[in-house]
């Protein structure tokens, strides 16, 4: 059976594939009640075994968890709840209604409280936001056998057991880093520090961005990152999944502001007609305001186009030179600072870079434009009239002063953004398309009236 073919209420198909099928797996079933409604997902997961329940809640995958508890009787969501991992606890009480997150929030024990009140209190996308609580530490007295008992004992209850934090003894300190295969490696009756990685172990504070966090994760090719306050304890780990997990989410989020709409929040076949219509309307009514301002500047040059009507020929050619190479510049420093390739104080160095390349590129385009205009006149496709070398050269000129403005405008509205604390990812390709198509008018008749006075105009 294809769980894709389950429609949104095929509850008893979803019922028997999810139960039924051993074969099946934990992100398969994730996929199956993604494709039921809430109340019929309620009722699978309530009567799964716990163990299987608890592992699918625990997937960031599952649309609708907090729904899905609500829907539940309080003592099936707070016994499925208990199972799962406080991070996910934490993420799913958070988008609970309060009445019934203060219900499900006093089930748990006085520890148990603690690590996910804790966790709730950090802002969102911070390492602190997405960490969880749920790790293996040690003593540094401790033995490699005694370790090893230790991880055996807590195993099923920690996010993951590939890295083992060892603490000071007196003051709980963060003092080194054993990874498991170290660990299994080394002698029994030796103590756990002859099996540390050397040197100070890499961390991270709680309010660190989930960018920075990755990009750690990344460069020192680490399974976990252990997030500590200011005195070195350690609060919590930030796994590479949830990593992946959050920075997939994002990476979604600005995707849909790059096509110049608000993100979506929900997979697109989910969001209803009416919620996609109000995402989209904006945007685009906001656009249209823009191109409006390309009609004002048309109007603006009237008389000259009534001169040489032949300009209105590369009026598409012109626009749409502009508005690429001004997506092209925004594209690429949003990705550039995304990945912290370039700072906010590095703007004049893109700004001396993209002037040069926007003068090539427009170089180039423009001998393209130049060489087709000179073509079609000699070989009798079009007649461009008697100062058809003048429109040509104005075509060319034209086209090097507008690529080299998009681009430059393309790559500093992302800096303008991020300085008014904007997200960057909403300088969207429509959006710098919009802004380039006027001023690129205004440049493509400025360099007409130049060239072409006396003549034609």
């Given at each position: 059976m294809n769980i894709n073919s389950f429609p949104a209420r095929a509850g008893n198909a979803a019922r028997a594939f999810i139960n039924n099928n051993r074969a099946v797996t934990i992100a398969e079933r994730v996929e199956a009640l993604n494709a039921v409604d809430v109340a019929e997902a309620a009722r699978i997961l309530a009567k799964m075994p716990e163990e299987r329940a608890v592992?699918?809640?625990?997937?960031?995958?599952?649309?609708?968890?907090?729904?899905?508890?609500?829907?539940?009787?309080?003592?099936?969501?707070?016994?499925?709840?208990?199972g799962m991992s406080n991070d996910r606890v934490a993420d799913v009480l958070l988008e609970m209604?309060?009445?019934?997150?203060a219900r499900l929030f006093a089930t748990f024990d006085e520890h148990a409280r603690q690590a996910i009140q804790g966790l709730m209190g950090y802002p969102p996308r911070t390492a602190g936001g997405i960490m969880t609580t749920?790790?293996?530490s040690v003593l540094a007295s401790w033995t490699v056998a005694q370790t090893l008992d230790h991880v055996r004992q807590v195993e099923r209850s920690r996010e993951t057991v590939y890295a083992i934090y060892v603490l000071d003894d007196e003051t709980h300190v963060l003092l080194h880093v054993v990874t498991l295969r170290r660990l299994i490696t080394g002698e029994p009756d030796a103590c756990i520090l002859t099996v540390a990685q050397k040197g100070t172990p890499v961390t991270a504070p709680p309010l660190m961005k989930q960018e920075d966090v990755a990009r750690l994760i990344r460069r020192h090719d680490l399974l976990a990152l252990p997030v500590v306050d200011d005195k070195g304890h350690m609060l919590g780990i930030v796994t590479v999944d949830d990593v992946i997990d959050t920075m997939i989410a994002d990476t979604t989020e600005d995707a849909q502001k790059f096509g110049g709409m608000e993100a979506l929040g929900q997979p697109y076949m989910k969001i209803s007609f009416a919620g996609m219509i109000r995402k989209?309307?904006?945007?685009?009514?906001?656009?249209?305001?823009?191109?409006?301002?390309t009609?004002?500047?048309?109007?603006?040059?009237?008389?000259?186009?009534?001169?040489?009507?032949?300009l209105t020929l590369f009026i598409p050619l012109i626009m749409s030179s502009g508005g690429n190479s001004g997506s092209q510049a925004t594209s690429l420093i949003i990705r550039a600072l995304?990945?912290?390739?370039?700072?906010l104080s590095d703007w004049w160095r893109v700004a001396l870079r993209e002037l040069p390349t926007g003068i090539v590129l427009g170089a180039i385009l423009g001998l393209v434009g130049f060489a087709r205009i000179v073509l079609w006149q000699n070989i009798g496709l079009f007649d461009y009239g008697p100062h058809w070398q003048l429109v040509a050269l104005t075509v060319f000129a034209a086209l090097i002063g507008i690529v080299t403005f998009g681009s430059l405008a393309?790559?500093?509205l992302p800096f303008?953004?991020?300085?008014?604390?904007?997200?960057?990812?909403?300088?969207?390709?429509?959006?710098?398309?919009?802004?380039?198509?006027?001023?690129?008018?205004?440049?493509?008749?400025s360099v007409a009236l130049l060239i072409l006075s006396g003549t034609m105009l």
């Open positions: 592992r699918i809640l625990d997937r960031p995958e599952l649309r609708n968890a907090h729904a899905i508890l609500e829907v539940m009787g309080n003592a099936d969501a707070a016994r499925l709840l208990h209604d309060i009445d019934t997150r749920e790790f293996v989209r309307a904006g945007w685009l009514a906001a656009l249209f305001l823009g191109e409006m301002l009609a004002s500047a048309m109007q603006h040059f009237e008389g000259e186009l009534e001169k040489a009507v032949v995304a990945l912290g390739e370039l700072k393309g790559s500093m303008v953004l991020q300085k008014l604390r904007l997200d960057p990812a909403s300088a969207s390709a429509p959006f710098v398309a919009t802004l380039v198509d006027v001023t690129g008018l205004v440049i493509y008749f």
